[in-house]
DNA sequence: TCGTAAGTTTCCATATAATTCAACTTTTTG
DNA sequence: CAAAAAGTTGAATTATATGGAAACTTACGA
């Protein structure tokens, strides 16, 4: 399994730079400064809940955590990990995505 | 690093996982999709950290950190905040952009 | 093939994210 | 308005991500 689930990592990942990186020449810069505000992710389930008409606790339930638990996602101002994101908008059945961008080139990364 | 004209037969993501890994919904499947993006993202670090051409230890030396744990982040081995993503990417000179779409309607959240 | 550089792993400590419970405040509605 | 529902907060706990140190393995150039 483990051994399975490697190669098919690699395929991916090989799929994923033939198709969308291709060759990246020399130096470069990045655009404009990035800033992740974690306000705005917790806006962001906010109104994805509210999109799905679900009480915080009705949102806690298909998770598994209490209310009071949704409540500091949404008003919360500290670090969060990739898990908790994608466990809380899988339950609002929305896609998260991110990606990576250097110059022109973007690498999805899921 | 990337492989370029490298013909292979190979089944698109969704084909593959959808064979090997079980149907969307069955707890294989989430779990898997869980860890291919993590695996994958850690795949991205590596892939725009071999751009740059850094060593673990370069890097780790712009972050602030050691070189065994740029090691940990590139392999996967736990679970990462937003912080950490964002440390990384911003010392590889890389932008990245958390997105959240249901329906129709896309949410940047940054 | 030897030596060095690069990358990995393990053990461990510390910081902090995730979570609950219960009391509290705010909002809704009958 | 008063009750109920929804949302917030703080304190405490548990789980785990971050991180360093050092030994280890792998890759690679001379």
Redesign the interface.
């Known amino acids: 399994m483990v051994t399975?689930?490697k190669k098919?990592?690699m395929?991916?990942?090989?799929?994923?730079?033939?198709k969308d990186?291709?060759?990246?020449g020399t130096v470069?810069?990045?655009?404009?400064e990035?800033?992740?505000?974690?306000e705005?992710?917790g806006d962001?389930i906010k109104?994805?809940r509210k999109?799905r008409n679900l009480t915080q606790e009705q949102l806690g339930e298909l998770i598994g955590v209490q209310k009071s638990q949704i409540s500091k996602l949404e008003r919360n101002t500290k670090?969060?990990?990739?898990?908790t994101?994608?466990k809380v908008?899988?339950a609002?059945?929305?896609?998260?995505?991110?990606?990576?961008?250097?110059n022109e080139s973007e690498?999805k990364?899921?």
């Open positions: 399975k689930n098919m990592k395929m991916t990942l090989d799929q994923m730079k033939d990186i291709g060759k990246i470069e810069r990045d655009k404009y990035f800033e992740l505000r974690m705005v992710l962001m109104s994805v999109e670090n969060v990990t990739i898990e994101i994608l908008f899988k609002l059945k929305a896609n998260v995505r991110f990606s990576v961008e250097m690498f990364v899921a």
